[in-house]
């Protein structure tokens, strides 16, 4: 019999692996990540947050490396005693996690649940202590990891966390991702949790191949594994590790399907695959007779073209108001830019406003404006002329329409 904590560490050292893969590839998508140093962890997320001081950053990185282990057990450290202290604050307060349902590793996943026909979404939506909180759904309870968890799960997951970083570390193919493993503790801790929840029938997640999918599919329990589509899928992406244990498929677009397929998902004469539809609820706007409205949707790659199409938008267009929704998990550099501008930046993660026209690089929102009947300019690999005449001519046949709906 396999021993849990070697069980688990093996299925670490193989999401990691995939979480690396990725991160190379997301470094080279645009050059607004080229500063950092080589093999730094989430390059898109820290390129947008950091001092742009290379120098610095390199220095720090190459200490940290060197500290690796050491700076590893007191991060651990911290996240293990926090999570004690919300504990037993929460000790009268255990909720077993049972029957359907939902993994939320992103903040999005009671949106995208909502896509999902009503009589067959999971009853629960499990949330992770580190993550936002998440609006509250009708018909469907929310437990959070930590009603379910006990003492000593921390403390397993503190140990095994430096264990497995220390193991995965000692691959020499992997010896220089190590800082990788920053989120060791939260993975092993999730993984801890759940695999004692004997009464959990179905997960859903909506992770495509990174650290987080590979835990989902193999978690040592017997249950049906369901993936929902959640953005784009890169298709450069060479992944090392393939999941294995997925028993269904909500995807929204033949081409991330086949891409999943190719890349990391069982051979699909083992899936059940089912289509959706992707939409969303709009928020109509208060307007004035001859107000129009433009969404930008930004996003963590191309963020100094970003800056440029905006600058350019308000120039060409000085009467149209112009909306700024960030990414919701990473900060924007044109949302630290353009604050003080006309744009209204969007701040609620659930206020998605009704426009004339929304421009989008490769976002998925853009693809549920599209389904809500939002026309949507696509700026990946466009210059600025092109954006502005793709828009002109978007605002020009809803003036037309405007005329036609008055003279009727």
């Not at 991060?75 to 005693?81: E, Y």
């Not at 759904?137 to 264990?163: C, H, K, P, V």
């Not at 970083?165 to 092993?188: G, I, K, M, P, V």
Request: a neutral charge; one cysteine or more; aromatic letters at 10%.
């Amino acid at each position: 019999m396999t021993n849990p904590r070697t069980e688990s560490i093996d299925a670490y050292i193989q999401a990691t692996t995939n979480e690396c893969v990725t991160d190379k590839v997301l470094a080279t998508v645009d050059d607004s990540a080229a500063w950092l140093p080589h093999r730094f962890p989430r390059p898109l997320q820290f390129a947008a947050t950091l001092p742009r001081w290379p120098l610095a950053v390199q220095v720090a990185f190459q200490a940290a490396l060197l500290f690796w282990l050491p700076l590893l057990a007191i991060l651990n450290m911290l996240h293990a005693v926090r999570l004690t202290w919300h504990m037993l604050k929460q000790r009268h307060n255990k909720m077993p996690i049972n029957g359907q349902i939902a993994l939320a590793t992103s903040a999005r996943m009671a949106t995208i649940l909502a896509r999902v026909p009503a009589d067959q979404q999971p009853d629960t939506l499990v949330t992770l202590p580190w993550c936002k909180p998440i609006p509250m759904a009708e018909n469907r309870q929310t437990i959070g990891l930590l009603q379910a968890a006990r003492i000593g799960d921390i403390w397993w997951s503190y140990w095994s966390a430096l264990i497995g970083a220390w193991q995965f570390a000692r691959q020499s193919e992997l010896r220089a991702d190590r800082w990788q493993t920053y989120t060791s503790f939260r993975w092993f801790f999730t993984w801890r949790v759940l695999s004692r929840q004997s009464e959990i029938d179905t997960i859903w997640f909506c992770n495509h191949y990174d650290r987080w999918a590979v835990l989902v599919d193999r978690l040592p329990l017997q249950v049906t594994r369901i993936l929902i589509q959640h953005g784009f899928a890169r298709s450069e992406l060479q992944l090392p590790v393939r999941l294995e244990q997925i028993d269904a498929f909500y995807y929204f677009d033949e081409q991330t399907k086949q891409t999943l397929l190719d890349m990391t998902l069982p051979d699909k004469s083992k899936l059940r695959m089912e289509r959706l539809t992707a939409t969303i609820n709009l928020r109509s706007l208060p307007r004035d007779s001859d107000q129009r409205h433009l969404l930008f949707i930004s996003q963590p790659v191309d963020q100094v073209k970003e800056a440029v199409l905006l600058r350019a938008i308000l120039k060409k267009f000085p009467d149209l108001q112009v909306w700024l929704k960030p990414h919701p998990l990473y900060s924007s550099r044109a949302t630290r830019e353009f604050s003080e501008t006309t744009i209204k930046v969007i701040e609620e993660a659930d206020f998605f406003p009704d426009v004339e026209v929304a421009i989008s690089g490769q976002s998925w929102l853009g693809v549920e404006y599209e389904g809500s009947g939002v026309p949507v300019v696509w700026h990946w690999g466009k210059n600025a002329g092109v954006v502005l005449a793709e828009i002109t001519a978007i605002l020009e046949k809803s003036d037309d329409l405007q005329v036609v709906a008055r003279a009727s």
